[in-house]
């Protein structure tokens, strides 16, 4: 398996994502020297019986690839036409996946929020689920945590705790607990359970011994060597060898489809995290994607040079619907609908759609409920992320020059940093109009200054994580080109709003030398349907940032998208829901 | 005609079913294949082993953790009861002396000279795994479980609470209903719920449930999305929803047909991949009009969503093409005639279940 020269051109590309119930494959080809995705097709995942086999659900999208492509893929002994001869075949086969509940890993830590929490980021950044996060300090006894293990089946641990040098006594504890579960992998018991170690160094020897019988130890450098440290690039990088040596291998299937790969199979989630990282790299893009399906929300974010990762388990349209309604609250719901509602219907039709998660909205009121429930998932979600993406806890904390005192790490991520925000999944790519898709990413992540809003209709960022290792410059192509639908560029101020105060004015200049302006007062939600590519400049009131600082004026070159801008002068938090406004920029949009 | 029918709960007069009875680890089977078992039957039993308890035995006694096996009266496998004596340790010439005690009955399963302590596990206890359902034992398979096939009548909510209970069905309005199973045509409240469980009722059948009032029974905790575990005093089961929603005819036919049976009923729902629905399983339903419900299982579908929703409908038309709905959302349909009012009315495929 050897990347081709990036010098190469006119390479042909196809790339499949294994989802846990569809299989999606692309075909990317050179068009008048630029990457573009030509093709696309699906079929259902062939991990589960009676099949069992996920190349079968591989072949059977590939031939449908072909069929709608006229590039024959696959030969007739099934294998896949390589390199490219004539108008058949491509050059690199690649594939992500996530097939089959994609990697599982029950991670355990000392302290909850020190080398609980790196041990977390590590598996969480190499693309697991964290079914469980066990630390000494959480709420629950022993029992329920041995119970809590012994019910979890596991692809893999993670198990850290204790700086080098430090006290071993804690993580050998842990490690007793672990034997004491014996967790069974989900592969069945023939399987022997992983488990990483990433704690003290000078405990890896009895934490060995305790799991010998119980699971096969690898050891990795501490993720939290001292408290005012973190490295868990280390135990990230174990984590994926053993995903793609022993747990792939297990699944149904999966042996046969790295032979078929050119590249490493990566889990999924691991390559929206490459993509979005290239992103900010090779673009200076800072970007915040949102994958909302319906049981969970993955929020991604790679912003000033650090990616996170955060899956927020019961956050989704369906499954997870009436945990979304408990979460947020009945009000918080209840306050992005237009009409209102009473209390009882709404829980009775989040419920409903729990249950009967394959229901769909047939009507204007329904439509509502559920992009209020986006929103609040979407809210919470980030909420979750930001948390999650703090500086380290434990530390000692920095003392201001004003002499107060750090109340705690900082989160890395801030919504005013973002420069692009896409998002993906059902609710957002399938959403009647366009512009109800900016309005539910809008009130849900409320982002301050100039921001890019946009979707990735089919998901196609994994394809594009996977193939960035390969061609950085053919991922960008396509992921510019073909993968985001630019939908609208937001523009809003930081802070709270003053209202019936004047906000900024703003002047797009066109590339087509149209020229456009306005002024925003504090309170409105106003769409201008500009179109092409420009210099948007914008002039703040005195104390009101738009991005630039307070009170600062600044230009910056906007792209072409689809709706135009969203200037919001609701203020954050918001001042006001703008549902009302909402409503007539909809049939603003229907009628023009 | 071309049908899909996404949420589909099912409602059989006569059916053949296969019930795999999964075992705890080194289960002893009772049974043998072709054997008849009646459903209260124990098909297999197993011993379960008990909890482990952690005990800080050095820091208790106060003596070094890698020292504590020194003190230990027992050692790894002895047995032990609850308020038995671990360890001693006496310093200052006798004045000072601790001792650490066992919290359960049980065996000394481990002890740690790193973390200092003694891990004690509970006695093992007898698992029964009953039939469930009255058939034939067609597979014995100690790994993987004893397979029954029976000839039943079967009900399938669309959401439970509870585990697996067996009894006789009775209607609301018995006046007994200790031990039995109560079945009632009307959207249940939770005062009805206590009531039936104080009453001593195993389970109760409705056809809804106002989201409020399940909260106010199971507690907010409860997850929709996967229940069998609560402990909630009786185990239930929803045929159509949330909300004040009718019980559909058939359904409410079957039910009626099985009142006075000996039925089991299961409660246990999952919502996400590998769907389980809550169901009830009783004797085989004889009726002379057999024939005409089978035209009508055939052709009245349920409208799960939508203006409609609760109401029974038959199928006119297939529509080939998307059509947008009132929602703007894009979607394949069903053109349907309601039963009640005889209205034709365009419906989404995936709002509709059987």
């Not at chain 1, 960022?461 to 993968?483: K, Q, R």
């Not at chain 2, 000072?96 to 399963?109: C, F, L, M, R, T």
């Not at chain 2, 009894?167 to 039936?196: E, H, S």
Request: aromatic content about 4%; glycine content about 10%.
């Amino acid at each position: 398996m050897e990347a081709m020269s990036q010098n190469d051109t006119g390479r042909v590309f196809v790339i499949t994502d294994c989802g846990s119930t569809t299989t999606k494959a692309i075909l990317i080809e050179q068009i008048d020297g630029v990457y573009r995705q030509t093709y696309r097709s699906e079929a259902a995942t062939t991990v589960e019986a009676p099949v069992a086999d996920v190349t079968v659900g591989v072949r059977r999208a590939l031939l449908d690839l072909s069929a709608v492509s006229g590039r024959r893929l696959i030969d007739e002994s099934g294998d896949i036409i390589r390199p490219v001869s004539g108008s058949d075949g491509c050059d690199m086969y690649m594939t992500t996946s996530s097939a089959g509940g994609g990697l599982q890993m029950v991670v355990l830590g000392l302290v909850k929020t020190i080398s609980a929490a790196s041990a977390e980021k590590a598996a969480l950044g190499a693309g697991a689920i964290v079914t469980d996060c066990i630390a000494c300090d959480d709420t629950r006894s022993m029992l329920e945590q041995v119970e809590r293990l012994r019910r979890q089946r596991p692809d893999m641990v993670l198990l850290a705790g204790g700086t080098d040098g430090g006290q071993q006594v804690g993580v050998v504890e842990l490690a007793e607990l672990l034997a004491l579960a014996e967790p069974v992998p989900r592969f069945g018991e023939r399987y022997e359970l992983p488990v990483v170690y990433a704690g003290n160094s000078d405990a890896a020897a009895a934490v060995s011994k305790v799991l010998s019988h119980t699971a096969r130890v690898i050891v990795e450098k501490n993720v939290r060597p001292l408290v005012e440290t973190e490295t868990i690039s280390h135990a990230r990088d174990r984590i994926h060898t053993l995903f793609l040596e022993h747990v792939m291998q297990q699944a149904p299937g999966f042996g046969a489809l790295m032979d078929l790969c050119d590249a490493d199979v990566v889990p999924t989630p691991a390559a929206v995290g490459k993509m979005l990282q290239l992103l900010g790299e090779k673009k200076s893009v800072d970007a915040l994607c949102a994958d909302i399906g319906g049981a969970t929300t993955d929020v991604f974010s790679f912003v000033n040079g650090k990616f996170n990762r955060t899956v927020s388990a019961n956050l989704g349209m369906s499954y997870s619907a009436a945990f979304v309604l408990k979460e947020s609250g009945i009000a918080n719901i209840l306050r992005w609908l237009p009409k209102g509602g009473d209390e009882d219907t709404l829980l009775n039709q989040l419920m409903n759609k729990t249950i009967r998660p394959t229901t769909i909205p047939e009507t204007l009121e329904e439509l509502a409920v559920e992009q209020a429930l986006a929103r609040e998932a979407l809210r919470l979600s980030l909420a979750h992320h930001a948390t999650f993406a703090t500086g380290l806890k434990g530390t000692v904390g920095e003392r201001n020059i004003d002499g107060g005192f750090s109340t705690g790490p900082k989160s890395d991520f801030q919504i005013r940093d973002v420069d692009l925000i896409v998002g993906s999944g059902g609710v957002l790519s399938h959403a009647p109009l366009q512009m109800q898709t900016v309005a539910m990413l809008v009130d849900a992540f409320l982002p301050e200054g100039v921001t890019a809003i946009a979707k990735d209709s089919i998901f196609m960022m994994p394809h594009l994580g996977i193939l960035g290792d390969i061609d950085d410059t053919a991922a960008l192509e396509v992921f510019f080109n073909d993968c985001i639908v630019p939908l609208a560029t937001c523009v809003a101020p930081l802070g709270k709003a003053i209202p019936g105060r004047r906000a900024f004015s703003w002047r797009f200049d066109g590339a087509d030398g149209t020229v456009s302006s306005g002024t925003v007062i504090f309170g409105e939600l106003i769409h201008e349907p500009l179109k092409g590519d420009g210099r948007l400049t914008l002039a703040p009131q005195r104390h009101v940032d738009v991005g630039f600082g307070a009170g600062c004026n600044g230009t910056l070159q906007i792209d072409d998208t689809l709706l135009g801008l969203i200037l919001d002068g609701r203020g954050r938090p918001l001042a006001s829901m703008g549902t009302g406004e909402w409503q007539r920029i909809y049939e603003e949009c229907q009628n023009g | 005609m071309d049908k899909v029918f996404s949420p589909a709960t099912l409602v059989l007069e006569k059916t053949r079913i296969i019930r795999v009875r999964k075992l705890p680890p080194d289960a002893a089977v009772q049974v043998t294949p072709g054997q008849v078992a009646r459903a209260a039957d124990v098909v297999a039993t197993a011993s379960v082993p008990g909890q482990v308890h952690s005990v800080a035995a050095s820091d208790m006694l106060g003596v070094a953790k890698s020292k504590v096996v020194d003190y230990l009266l027992l050692k790894e496998g002895d047995p032990v009861t609850a308020g038995q004596a671990l360890g001693e340790h006496t310093a200052l010439l006798g004045l000072v002396k601790s001792q650490v005690v066992s919290p359960v009955d049980g065996i000394v399963e481990t002890v740690s000279r790193v973390s200092g302590h003694v891990m004690i596990r509970e006695n093992p206890h007898v698992e029964n795994v009953r039939a469930f359902v009255s058939g034939q034992i067609t597979g014995v398979d100690e790994k993987n479980g004893v397979t029954i096939e029976a000839e039943v009548s079967l009900v399938q909510g669309v959401f439970g609470v509870g585990g697996e209970v067996m009894g006789t069905l009775c209607l609301f309005d018995d006046t007994d209903v200790q031990g039995k199973i109560v079945c009632t045509k009307d959207t249940l409240t939770v005062g009805a719920l206590n009531r039936f469980k104080e009453a001593g009722a195993k389970g109760v059948v409705a056809p809804s449930i106002s989201g409020s009032d399940l909260y106010g029974f199971c507690g907010a905790h409860l997850n929709l999305a996967a229940t069998g575990d609560e402990d909630v005093g009786l185990t239930l089961m929803i045929t159509e929803g949330f909300g004040q929603i009718p019980m559909a005819r058939r359904t409410r036919q079957v039910l009626l047909d099985c009142v006075g049976k000996h039925i089991s009923m299961c409660g246990i729902t999952q919502v996400r991949a590998g769907v389980i629905r809550p169901e009830l399983i009783g004797p085989v339903i004889q009726r002379e009009d057999d024939k005409m419900d089978d035209d009508q299982a055939n052709t009245e579908f349920k409208i799960v969503r939508g203006p409609f929703a609760g109401e029974e409908a038959r199928i006119v038309e297939t529509l080939a093409t998307p059509q947008v709905l009132p929602s703007g959302v894009k979607a394949l349909v069903y053109r349907v005639r309601l039963v009640q009012s005889g209205d034709e009315v365009l419906v989404a495929r995936a709002n509709v279940a059987r």
